[in-house]
Every structure is written in structure tokens, then in C-alpha cells.
């Protein structure tokens, strides 16, 4: 039977090769998952937590960084001292070891003026001792090699216009001003600890001398090969002693990715559920492809039973060749998944959107997972069809019956498993719902995995009523062609189902994909929205013990009437007092609430907001214990909580109207202006319109988050380009599993188009009863899979949207139509080559 097994493989070469597809896919699009999940995981850490690249352990301030809204080395953290960089260059365990300082620095612009935001100066670091442990990338020319030369972050060199070989005035520790000279411009990434600040590279000898570095920030290091992080991490704390923070790399790059994007614990869980689905994936095609061919062999495992196999030769034969060619064929997988996966990032590389890596990631455990994983998956699924060859009566090699009618049912047992499928999938979906942010995800994904295996299993007992209402139209316009094919599809339920079920469960894949990235797309959107509520404030610089003094209304004129902005709107804040409670109150000038700049309402309204109402944030609201309805005294005037709002675009914690705030401290004009970008309009645009409207008067002070914004809307933009790509994976599973299972099904029809010939229909007739079935399975798997994705991706939506807060699953309508008339073609087209095979034959 081993000789027998090997021989029918080289005797069935495209029979073979056919199954090798089969395995094939299925493993590449589980490799291909992972492979690129893994170099997406590299690239999104690399963007937002770049400080922490090539880093096994960090020794820095006592408390965690970002903290608070300053986020990032604080004046009053204890510096270690110099020595402490050559006492943890001494360790053992220690490969490379590199010193960072960071201290505040006041940079002037070119015109002479202090650049801050929000009220905060700049920042000035140490170049990297070590190139590999460096916290940013050189963006343009060079670090600074000597004293006097000084590296400027690019998004400041851009919004301030500095030039290579400019020189740039900054104020040293006595107060006076030194000139440097410009070298380079360096990308600090999304860093969350420099956002919307300067950021100065200098020497170490300067920044002893113009930066004030009494010591270092942070002290990080690369452990030897085979020293583990947490080796290291207990060995700088045992050097370094209680005082310093001891951090290891993965922490510190988590702490990094999850302050600059919050979600990239969700991003990596929803690559994980995806994992999950393309195993499920995996092992439903080969075990479609399996089913197929022990359905097309039955009279050959018949033969083998006449001379004298039993049926236990029978069923390790077909697992043999399960074994055999999922082994093959799952090392082509990982193969033709590294090629999928580089062919993505050139691909996404040619449209400009590319993430800054410079080879995949290929991790062992993904080559272990893949090898056994396939070949695995390949043995289990060969195991029902193995089964069923062991079943076949040694006389149904004599018999002209269908071969359905000579291998037994498993009806019963279908049924049964299809419908304790269905229910625990639907359980696992409405658990799946409920379960807090993103571990719902690939709970709803196993729930889905359920519904798709029982459409699966009971699709022979309903396909062929499906398929008769699908064909009802086509057998009325195209005459015998499409009637031959109803008829061909219903009385071969089996082969149609399977034939269906590939399809549905690659649309199904598809839609899914499709609504959770609409909805993420959606849901970030709004999410950015809401905590970038203003993109630039306009202030009047810095006054000491004297009020913030009020714009010219000239400016806020100016302001409003330029296109590049969706909401402008001058504001007003003072420090008050609620209930005892030191607080600072805002107001903004009338209309402005119903603009983009409106804070986010989590209870209550702000509409008709007017004299009398006050609009408190929700931390203010716990501290006095004040509720939508309830009484507030401001400034000795009683108002009313007519809403408690979360982020807005002033850091004051209670909104007065604009009457009212003028009443409890003076009528005047705004002392800011709050702006707001146009949707679409790019952070150096609207940064060039704002600083074209105040050009005028110098003293005005602009802040920005846009060009902030744009940067981590980049690397969340680039991170969600991972699912559309993995979109483009399923629908190669989608097309490809389609045109496998046709060309096995023609395989096994080859008596049954011979005598459809013999009895009168023309090769152009036989050809179209073909196309027409391969177009009516597409349009019964459309139907069944989009539904299925369609209800998967919502209920997995739910997670994100509980993790964001609000909203609703997006189902991109237009999208999933495409995606149903994209498979309905491909099945036509798909259909050809086998439709020309079967018009070749002839009755034996």
C-alpha cells in the first residue's frame, strides 16, 4: 500500500499538483498572517518607539515617563552621574552601552523669537555614542561631530524654515544667547516625549556647556548574545542600586508605542484573531480539497478493496498522502507567503506609503508554525475523507451509480455537528461583544470560525434549494445551458457545496476584513478628532505677573476668513475657584460650539448652550460632585451643569458662555485663538496660513498638535495598510480556492460531461452549463459568505468601538457589492480552462 500510495501520486500528477495548491494556500496565507503581522509589529514599534530601538534594558528618572501632559524627561528627575554609564559598560552581561542627557533648551527662530508651544520651550539630547543605540534617524546631513554644531528635529527645521549651514541661536544656562551652526535635521519618529516641542542634538561637550547637563537622563543598554532582558535588567539594578528606574526593552517600547497611539495593544491582538482565522482558513481547504478527490477515487479505492486491501490499508493510504504532500507543499507555502509579503511592501512601497524597514520579518516560530501547522492541518483534514475511503464497498468499482451513491452519508452526524457549531459560534460572538476593548476580538473571530465550519457542514443539505432559487432567473433567459446547470448543481449537492463553501469562505474573509478596517479607518478618525480638538493656538506670548494680553482683532479676522481652516474661534481663560477647588474656567466667542471645535459631550448637551449654563470636564465633575443638572457657583454667579464633556480644545475644566465669563472677569477681547484645520488640508499648509496671518505682530506666540497629529496619523494610517493587504491575501484565497475546486470538479465529471455530449449538447452548450454553474455557486457563496462576514466583522467591531468609545460598525456597502461581482467573474473566468478540458471529451 506504501509503494501504491507513492505510485498514484506520480501517476496523478494534476491531481497532485492540484492538492499541493490547495496546502499551499492554506499555508501561505496562515505564514503570510504571520510573516506580516510580524514585520508590520517591527515597523509600528520602530515609529513609536524609536527611543527604545536595539534597547534590552534602561536606566532613567525614577517615575515613568508621560506621566502627565508634559510627557517626557522632567527638570526634577534625578540624573545619574557619568560614572554610572562605565558601571554598566563593566557588566558582563552588557554588549553596548550608551549614555543619553536631555534638558530644556530655549531655541529662537530665525526672526529672533522664542519657540515654545502651549507654553513650553524645547528640548535639547545628546548625539548617540553608540550609532546603534541611538533615539532618532538622520533625516538630512549629519549629526554634530564637534562644539559648536547643532542637529534641529525636521518637523522644526520645516515650520521655522531653517536652513544647512544657518546658524541657530539658542539661550544658554547664564541667559545669554549662543550661535550654532546647523549640521543636519534628525526624525525623532512618533515620539510622545518631544511631541510638538524642539527638539537640539548636541555634543555632549555642549550639552554640558550651552544645555546645563549636570548628568544623564537615562542610561540604556544591549545585552550579549544569550543574556536574557530580564538577566539584565537585575544586573543594572544591582549596579546602579534603588535610585534610578530599571526598565527592559519590551516594557519600555510598550510604555513608548501605547503613549504616542494607545491602540497598539488592540492592533496586535486583532493581528493574533487574524492568525486564528487563517488557521481555520488553512484547514478548510485542504479539507474541501481532500473531500473532492476521495469523492472523484472512489471506484479506484473500490478496485484496491476487490484485491485485497482492508479498510484499515485504505485509510492510512490517504492519510500517507496527506502526510506526504502537506509536507511538501507546506514548505512551498512559507516560500510563496515571503514572496506575497515582499511583493505587499514593494507594492505599498511604489504608492509612497511605505513603512521604514528594510527586510521582512521572518521569526522561527513562524517557519515551526507554518511547517507543522500544515502538515498538521493536512493529516486532521485528510482524517472524515480518509474515513469515508475506508467505507467504500469493494463493489462499487463495478457500479455505473453516482459516486455519492456509493460512499455512505454522514447525515446524522453533519447535522449534528453543523448545528452544535452554529450555537457555540453564536455564543462565542455574543461573548465575544461584551468583553472589555480588544480581547473580544479574536473571541468574535472563533465565533465566526464556528458559523463558517456548520455553514460548511450542513451546505449539502441546503445548497441545492439555494441554488434552485439563485437559478431561477438565469434558467428563464439562457435557456437549456442554464437549466442543465441548476439541475447539475442540485443533484450534486456534495460537489456543489464544496465547490460553494471555498468561495463563501473567502468572501466571508473578505467582508469581514472589510468592516473591521471601515470601521477602524471610522473610528480613529473620530478618536483624533476628538483628542486633537485644536490643531494651533494663538496666544499673546509671554507676559510675567501681568495678564495674558488680548489679540488684535485684525489677527482673528485674518484667521477666520482663510480657507485652510474648518473652525476659528477666539477664547478666553482665567483661574477660578469651584466649590473650594482651584480650577481655570474658558470660554470661546458665540457660534463657536456649533463648529469642530466643540468639546466632546459625554453627558448632557451643549446645545442652545447660552448665559446661565456651564459645561464642566468630567475629572472637574467627580473632584466637586456635580452632575448634568446640578448647581455650580463661579465667581459668586450660580449656573447650571448642562453638560460634562471629556477632551476639548482648552485644558480649562469648566466652559462658561461667553457673557458670562466677560461678566465674572471683565469684558475684553479673546486672549487666544483656537484653530482648527480643514479636513485634508496637510500640517504645512495650515501651519504656513496661521503664521502668514500673525506675520504682523510679532509678540503673537503660535502652538501647534498638527504637525504632532500628522505624524502619528502616519504610522496609524500605515498600520492599518497591514489589514488591507491581509484583504488582499483573502481575496488571492478567495479566487484561487475557486479555480482549485472547478478544476478538480471537472476532473470528476469527465463521464458525465461525455454523455451530457452524447446526447446532443454542443461543445458551445457544454461550455456554457459550466460557466453558468461556476456563476450560480458564485452567487449562492456571495450571498452566504458576505453574511457571514458581514455579521463576524460587526460583532468584532464592537470590540474596537468599546475600546474607542462610541459609535457603530461601518459596513462599507459599495465595497462588499464590488467584492460580489469580483467573485462572480472570477468564477466565470475561473471556469474556462475547465470548461475547455470538458469539451474535449468524448464517451469511452
Known amino acids: 500500500m506504501f509503494r501504491t500510495t507513492l505510485a498514484g501520486l506520480r501517476a496523478h500528477k494534476v491531481r497532485l499538483v492540484l492538492t499541493a495548491v490547495a496546502v499551499m494556500i492554506g499555508v501561505g496565507f496562515l505564514a503570510g498572517t504571520l510573516v506580516y503581522g510580524d514585520t508590520a509589529r517591527a515597523a509600528f514599534y520602530d515609529d513609536l518607539a524609536r527611543a527604545a530601538r536595539n534597547v534590552d534594558a534602561s536606566a532613567g528618572p525614577e517615575r515613568l515617563p508621560f506621566g502627565d501632559q508634559t510627557s517626557g524627561f522632567t527638570e526634577t528627575s534625578r540624573r545619574l552621574g557619568f560614572d554610572d554609564l562605565d558601571a554598566v559598560r563593566g557588566l558582563p552581561q552588557v554588549l553596548r552601552a550608551d549614555g543619553r542627557m536631555a534638558e530644556r533648551l530655549s531655541m529662537l527662530d530665525p526672526d529672533g523669537r522664542l519657540i515654545a508651544n502651549f507654553g513650553k520651550v524645547g528640548w535639547a539630547v545628546s548625539t548617540p555614542g553608540d550609532p546603534a543605540l541611538s ?260 463493489m462499487a468499482a463495478l457500479s455505473e451509480a453516482p459516486v455519492e451513491a456509493a460512499v455512505p452519508g454522514h447525515r446524522r452526524l453533519r447535522l449534528g455537528g453543523a448545528w452544535t457549531l452554529a450555537g457555540a459560534g453564536a455564543l462565542l460572538i455574543a ?224 466652559l462658561l458662555d461667553w457673557s458670562d465669563f466677560a461678566a465674572a472677569f471683565g469684558a475684553r477681547g479673546p486672549d487666544s485663538v483656537l484653530v482648527k484645520a480643514a479636513e485634508g488640508v496637510p500640517a504645512e499648509t495650515s501651519r504656513a496660513a496661521v503664521d502668514d496671518a500673525v506675520r504682523q505682530e510679532p509678540r503673537l506666540q503660535v502652538s501647534s498638535q498638527a504637525e504632532w497629529r500628522a505624524k502619528v496619523t502616519e504610522t496609524l494610517d500605515r498600520q492599518l495598510l497591514v489589514f488591507s493587504a491581509l484583504l488582499g491575501m483573502s481575496i488571492v484565497i478567495a479566487l484561487t480556492g475557486i479555480a482549485n475546486t472547478l478544476a478538480l470538479s471537472v476532473l470528476e465529471r469527465r463521464r458525465e460531461s461525455s454523455l451530457l455530449r452524447a446526447l446532443g449538447l454542443s461543445r458551445a452548450q457544454l461550455r456554457w452549463t459550466l460557466i453558468l454553474e461556476s456563476v450560480l455557486m458564485a452567487v449562492v457563496g456571495a450571498v452566504v459568505g458576505l453574511g457571514l462576514g458581514v455579521l463576524a466583522g460587526s460583532a468584532a467591531a464592537v470590540g474596537l468601538i468599546r475600546q474607542y468609545g462610541h459609535g457603530y460598525p461601518v459596513v462599507p456597502v459599495g465595497q462588499l457589492a464590488l467584492y460580489a461581482l469580483l467573485a462572480t467573474a472570477a468564477a466565470a473566468l475561473a471556469a474556462l480552462p475547465p470548461a475547455r478540458q470538458a469539451m474535449r471529451t468524448t464517451l469511452p
Open 431 to 654: 461573548g465575544g461583544t461584551r468583553a472589555p476593548g480588544f480581547l473580544g476580538v479574536p473571541v468574535v473571530f472563533l465565533g465566526a470560525i464556528g458559523l463558517f465550519a456548520a455553514a460548511v457542514a450542513a451546505g449539502p443539505f441546503v445548497i441545492g434549494a439555494v441554488t434552485a432559487w439563485a437559478g431561477w432567473l438565469p434558467a428563464r433567459l439562457f435557456g437549456a445551458p442554464a437549466r442543465l446547470a441548476v439541475q447539475g448543481a442540485r443533484r450534486n449537492p456534495k460537489r456543489v457545496a464544496a465547490t460553494t463553501g471555498a468561495l463563501a469562505v473567502g468572501l466571508a474573509l473578505m467582508s469581514l476584513f472589510a468592516v473591521l478596517l471601515a470601521t477602524t479607518r471610522a473610528q480613529s478618525e473620530r478618536e483624533f478628532d476628538e483628542n486633537f480638538a485644536v490643531d494651533y493656538v494663538v496666544t499673546g506670548g509671554f507676559v510675567f505677573n501681568e495678564r495674558t494680553p488680548a489679540i488684535p482683532g485684525g489677527v482673528v479676522a485674518a484667521l477666520h476668513g482663510r480657507p485652510e481652516f474648518a473652525a476659528v474661534a477666539g477664547a478666553r481663560s482665567d483661574r477660578t475657584d469651584v466649590d473650594g477647588r482651584p480650577t481655570e474656567a474658558w470660554s470661546m466667542e458665540p457660534g463657536a460650539l456649533g463648529t469642530a471645535l466643540r468639546p466632546e459631550v459625554m453627558r448632557g448637551s451643549v446645545a442652545g448652550f447660552g448665559a446661565g449654563d456651564a459645561a464642566v470636564k468630567g475629572s472637574l465633575a467627580s473632584a466637586v460632585g456635580a452632575g448634568v443638572g446640578s448647581e455650580i457657583t463661579v465667581e459668586g454667579r450660580t449656573l447650571r451643569v448642562v453638560a460634562v464633556y471629556d477632551d476639548a480644545p482648552s485644558t480649562g475644566e469648566i
Open 135 to 394: 533615539m532618532f534617524d538622520v533625516a538630512e546631513g549629519r549629526l554634530p561631530e564637534r562644539d559648536g554644531e547643532i542637529a534641529i528635529d525636521a518637523t522644526t527645521a520645516e515650520v521655522y524654515h531653517f536652513s544647512s549651514g544657518s546658524s541657530v541661536n539658542v539661550i544658554g544656562p547664564d541667559g545669554r544667547q549662543v550661535a550654532l551652526t546647523l549640521v543636519g535635521t534628525f526624525d525623532l519618529g512618533a515620539n510622545k516625549r518631544f511631541a510638538g516641542l524642539s527638539v537640539a542634538g548636541l555634543t555632549p561637550g555642549d550639552m554640558r556647556t550651552v544645555a546645563g547637563a549636570t548628568g544623564y537622563a537615562e542610561v540604556v543598554a544591549t545585552a550579549r548574545p544569550g543574556v536574557t532582558e530580564a538577566a539584565l535588567t537585575a544586573a543594572m539594578r544591582d549596579r546602579l542600586g534603588a535610585g534610578p528606574r530599571v526598565l527592559g526593552g519590551e516594557r519600555l517600547r510598550s510604555i513608548y508605542a501605547t503613549a504616542a497611539a494607545k491602540y497598539v495593544n488592540g492592533f496586535l491582538v486583532v493581528l493574533f484573531a487574524f492568525g486564528l482565522v487563517a488557521l481555520a482558513v488553512s484547514v478548510f481547504v485542504i479539507a474541501n480539497t481532500f473531500a473532492i478527490l476521495v469523492a472523484q477515487r472512489v471506484r479506484e479505492l473500490a478496485l484496491l478493496r476487490c484485491i485485497g486491501a482492508s479498510r484499515r490499508q485504505l485509510f492510512s493510504s490517504v492519510v500517507l498522502e496527506a502526510l506526504v504532500v502537506g509536507l511538501v507543499a507546506s514548505a512551498g507555502g512559507l516560500v510563496a507567503s515571503a514572496a506575497v509579503g515582499w511583493a505587499l511592501l514593494v507594492g505599498r512601497d511604489a504608492l509612497g506609503k511605505s513603512i521604514q524597514i528594510e527586510r521582512l520579518v521572518v521569526a522561527p516560530t513562524t517557519v515551526a508554525v507554518g511547517l507543522i501547522a500544515g502538515t498538521l492541518c493536512t493529516v486532521l483534514a485528510s482524517l472524515l475523507p480518509a474515513l469515508t475511503a475506508s467505507r467504500v464497498p469493494p
